[in-house]
């Protein structure tokens, strides 16, 4: 597609890559994170909703661990999905990296802005990820949900054995950091680069367009957006649900 042709942000279909091929194994033996259910439901089916519930996201693809794709497939033909939604399921990699690049090789053309989602944060509201569309689709190349630090954080230099003391090397300003969550959003065209460009690993694919010199910009993210990572963190997420199901009736 020409650069004239092209929609602009503010015009382009939204999609959403969900990378879901994790092992988990903070979590403890068993299935796949993404596929460990949560009252019930398996979290890559909350997460696909979760985004889904945006009117903007017209398609989601997801990436399956590698040999789980046509598992995951029949989960979500398993499960009541919004119907205006269009769903993909793809392989993933080695690393999340390779997982997200693998789900942004298989986006149709005419996607002009992409939100890349952890399945591990099932819980995500739908407001936080219209938050994140519209800053796109103002013109911010990447924009993530971010939440200010309750803890103080230590930079130090790591211990060669775990429980080893760490000798503290810094300690940046409290008030100008942030915990950075999904789902992050970009232009299809700097993500794309990006991915091409940067080949570290790094944690989340904002930093690789950080990386490219363009800018990112943060807006408020959400305490239901928490990542789901540990086993504590599966008992907070059924009391969400749980408490959700009491104010909203479902
Ligand atoms: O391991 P971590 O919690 O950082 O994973 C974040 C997300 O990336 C999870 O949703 C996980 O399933 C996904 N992932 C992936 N492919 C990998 C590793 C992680 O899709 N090889």
Known sequence: ???ESRPTPAQTPVAAVIP???RGV??????????????GT????????????SRHVSLVIVVAPPDGAAEVKSLLDAHALPERTDFLVVPGGESRQESVRL???????????????????????????????????????????ALPLADTVKEVEPAAAAGDPEPVVA????ARLRA??????????????????????????????????????AVPGHEEAFKVTRP???????????????????
Not at 42 to 53: E, G, K, N, S
Not at 114 to 120: E, I, N, P, S
């Open 42 to 53: 398996p979290m890559l089916i909350h997460a696909v909703r979760a985004l889904a519930a």
């Open 26 to 39: 903070r979590l403890g033996p068993g299935a796949p994170k993404a596929l460990r259910a949560l009252s």
């Open 20 to 22: 879901a091929a994790g």
């Open 103 to 145: 789900g942004l090789d298989a986006l149709p053309p005419q996607y002009g802005v992409v939100l890349v989602h952890d399945a591990a944060r099932p819980l995500v509201p739908v407001e936080t990820v219209d938050a994140v569309v519209e800053a796109v689709r103002d013109g911010a190349p990447a924009v993530v949900p």
């Open 180 to 217: 950075v969550q999904t789902p992050q959003g970009f232009d299809r065209a700097a993500l794309v680069r990006a991915h091409e460009t940067v080949t570290e690993n790094v944690t989340d694919d904002a930093s690789m367009v950080e990386q490219l010199g363009l800018t990112v910009v």
């Open 232 to 250: 504590l963190d599966l008992v907070l997420a059924e009391a969400v649900l749980a408490r959700r199901r009491l104010t909203d009736g479902f």
């Open 1 to 3: 597609m020409s650069d």
């Open 171 to 174: 300690t940046p300003e409290r």
